[in-house]
């Protein structure tokens, strides 16, 4: 298919010569922490705005703060390619303390300035709203205000942000040294293996089903050795939390992940409940595939299985022609923008030991570039990962030009470009199945996705939210998050499933992360609301690509209420928008139970 070779490593030494070891991005660093320092210093001495004359002082003092955090997420980019391309690498993890420490600081001064514009009077705020340095910031600026009025004192978020570093963040980078240094020895194709987590992980979707069983089994049993130290990390940062809410005044577990993706509790209360009565078909399909494996009902470590053998493989350089020649159809500003970053080294997708598990997209605002990591072994589900990630790519692409404190988007909207691209590529490769037997593979891989946003997710919700509510009550040990885990997945999952994970509350990074709480419900609307911009997308064809551009543009100044009202004329507050999306996830299900009849 394709004649163009590119590069399967990507090239960090553009931004910095020499890897963890580069006096090029020691000189980055320790610039910006003196840049930061003096920030600190000088927000000492800036005052609540008595009038609108203060405008120009105003704007200053956030461009400077705009220019100061584009070089700490410069910095905070190289670290995490660097931590994810070697999990071997002791100076990568020694400068992402720095880094901790530094945002740390930094978020602690700015909140600071944002607390002495929240106490502008209400007239005087007005019109530095309307003033022409500051009118493009509006959206942001009385999101702060709403947000600082609802905390404590300068001086006890101050400490609050000083003690986070070793209170909190640090039982997050606690959970990831264990986890980085845990192996797994299992036996595969007669051969004894020593795995990382990470590598045993990508065996549950091995063919053999006793290499599933078994891979299943030692990871469950080397999470269990370890549930004791991995209930004390996820209780501290729960505490953590929740005493920071209390003493804010906040009882609704929810209220910080909902304010942090600008999206209302009704919204998130609607995409559940419209999943939550739509579930039927997902279970036939699960039923169906349990069948095709010869058993009654499928065991949790055949959920990733593929009933279909001789699944089409593509090399890296095939998968990318494929990618570019999808993408043109519906954006050709997406399909160069892909080319640009498939020809420049944008991406690591190198099949080899030592790196980390699974893929991100990070940006380099400072260079206006991104980075992809994954591990491309050819499947069409590695090229729909590839598209995933090129989707947050060119995400950060459409708001080049954009102040940058307009350019904080929230999961949850992140997940939408990322979700769009994924799908014109499952799309296209559905539609160019070759046999019928590939035809039901690539279904099946496209309705797992589906049953991971509907019932994996949502039982990670299901968990996560009555774990934090026994949490105010005191310490939750590690039995009884097995109990959580297990009752959630079957809820979740409508006793469709056989057996259950109940480590998945240790095994999965994502309740461990300390940036973001309830790190799921995004992805599941990301999923469901790109479906809509799709079928948009399908309608129009390529003239839908600057109204897409236009509605990634605006994913950072307003609510995501909003944003489908301006874009998609769509109330996302009633079940009514979110079955929309369910029922196009419910034709792939009819279709997959008719081709295997």
Not at 180 to 195: A, F, P, W
């Amino acid at each position: 298919m394709s004649k163009t070779a590119y590069p399967i490593v990507w090239d960090l030494e553009v931004f910095f010569k020499g890897g963890s070891e580069s006096p090029e991005f020691r000189k980055h660093l320790d610039q910006t922490k003196d840049r930061v320092r003096t920030y600190a210093e000088q927000l000492k001495d800036f005052k609540t705005p008595k009038s609108a004359s203060k405008a120009d002082q105003v704007a200053e003092t956030l461009n400077q703060a705009a220019d100061i955090l584009m070089s700490v997420s410069q910095a905070g980019a190289f670290v995490s390619c660097l931590e994810a391309q070697d999990m071997s690498d002791q100076k990568a993890s020694a400068l992402r303390s720095e880094i901790t420490e530094m945002s740390a600081l930094f978020n602690s001064a700015f909140n600071i300035l944002k607390q002495k514009l929240a106490k502008t009077d209400e007239n005087v705020w007005n019109e530095l709203l309307n003033h022409e340095k500051l009118s493009e910031l509006n959206f942001v600026l009385n999101e702060w205000r709403t947000q600082a009025q609802e905390q404590l004192s300068e001086d006890e978020e101050a400490l609050i942000t000083a003690l986070s570093v070793d209170g909190y963040h640090a039982w997050g980078q606690m959970y990831n040294t264990i986890v980085g240094g845990m192996t797994v020895t299992v036996n595969v194709e007669s051969e004894e293996k020593e795995l990382s987590v990470g590598q045993a992980n990508n065996l549950l979707s091995h063919e053999n089903p006793e290499v599933r069983k078994e891979v299943f089994e030692k990871l469950e049993a080397t999470w269990k050795e370890k549930e004791n130290l991995f209930a004390k990390t996820l209780n501290h940062l729960a505490g953590f939390r929740l005493n920071t809410y209390q003493k804010r005044g906040w009882d609704n577990v929810l209220k910080e992940p909902l304010d942090i993706n600008r999206m209302q509790q009704d919204t998130l209360y609607a995409m559940w409940g419209a999943i939550s009565k739509n579930k039927d078909p997902f279970v036939d399909f699960l039923y169906r595939k349990a069948k095709l494996l010869g058993k009654e009902k499928l065991e949790w470590y055949d959920l990733g299985a593929s009933t279909q053998k001789n699944k089409k493989k593509l090399s890296y350089d095939d998968g990318a022609a494929f990618i570019l020649e999808h993408f043109e159809k519906f954006s050709p500003k997406m399909a160069n923008f892909a080319k640009t970053a498939f020809e420049d080294a944008w991406i690591e997708a190198e099949d080899r030991p030592g790196k980390r598990p699974g893929g991100f997209c990070t940006g380099f605002p400072l260079s206006e570039q991104s980075r992809i990591f994954m591990t491309y072994s050819g499947s069409m589900s590695n090229v729909a990962t590839l598209a995933h990630e090129l989707g947050h790519a060119f995400h950060s692409y459409a708001l080049k030009g954009v102040h940058p404190l307009n350019r904080r988007y929230a999961m949850n909207v992140a997940e939408t470009a990322s979700t769009f691209a994924e799908m014109i590529v499952a799309d296209a490769s559905l539609k160019q199945a070759s046999s019928e037997s590939e035809k039901v593979a690539l279904l099946e891989d496209k309705l797992q996705r589906s049953v991971a946003f509907f019932m994996n997710i949502h039982s990670r919700f299901l968990f996560e939210t009555r774990f934090y509510e026994e949490r105010k009550n005191g310490f939750v040990p590690a039995s009884r998050l097995n109990e959580l885990t297990d009752e959630a997945q079957r809820e979740a999952y409508c006793d469709a499933v056989n057996s259950t994970s109940p480590s998945f509350w240790a095994n999965k990074l994502h309740f461990h992360i300390t940036g973001v709480p309830f790190y799921n419900f995004p992805y599941t609307f990301g999923y469901l609301f790109s479906l809509s911009i799709y079928a948009k997308a399908l309608e129009e064809g390529t003239n839908y690509e600057d109204k897409y551009m236009a509605l990634l543009r605006d994913t950072a100044v307003m609510t995501v209420e909003d944003l489908a009202m301006k874009h998609l004329g769509e109330d996302i507050t009633k079940e009514s928008f979110w079955e929309k999306g369910i029922e196009l996830c419910k034709n792939d299900v009819k279709e997959y139970l008719s081709l295997t009849e």
